[in-house]
């Protein structure tokens, strides 16, 4: 059994259990992100996932290269969940902050 430790890689376990947590920590950032600043958190996800991409290129880590480009892509996935948490609002499963002005939708009122 001691034998089989330094054999096994490690690494995937990491990649996919970084994974689960970076999703599961997006979820809430579209919701705050819309409740606080509306559409314009959109930006920020897209920065952020560019920095991501640029990271991933430049990292020698295996390991933290994948990490860093599934970050980057919750980011870019995050533009369009933004987009649709409006919708999720606009229904009423989520509750819109008062303190916003609302946002002026083209061809919408």
């Known amino acids: 059994m001691n034998d089989l430790l ?3 890689h490690f690494s995937g ?23 606080y600043y509306g559409l314009r958190c959109r930006a920020w996800f897209a920065a952020g996932g560019a920095v991501m991409c640029v990271l991933s290129l430049l990292l020698d880590n ?5 990490i860093a480009g599934v970050t980057a892509f919750s980011c870019f996935w995050s533009i369009k ?21 609302k946002e002026k939708v083209a061809g919408k009122e």
């Open 6 to 8: 330094p054999t096994l």
């Open 81 to 101: 969940e933004v987009t649709e948490q409006r919708e999720r609002v606009r229904k009423g499963w989520f509750p819109e902050n008062p303190r916003r002005k």
């Open 13 to 35: 376990l990491a990649v996919g259990l970084a994974t689960f947590l970076i999703i599961g920590l997006f979820h809430p950032l579209v919701i705050k992100g819309y409740y």
């Open 62 to 66: 295996t390991t933290l290269s994948t």
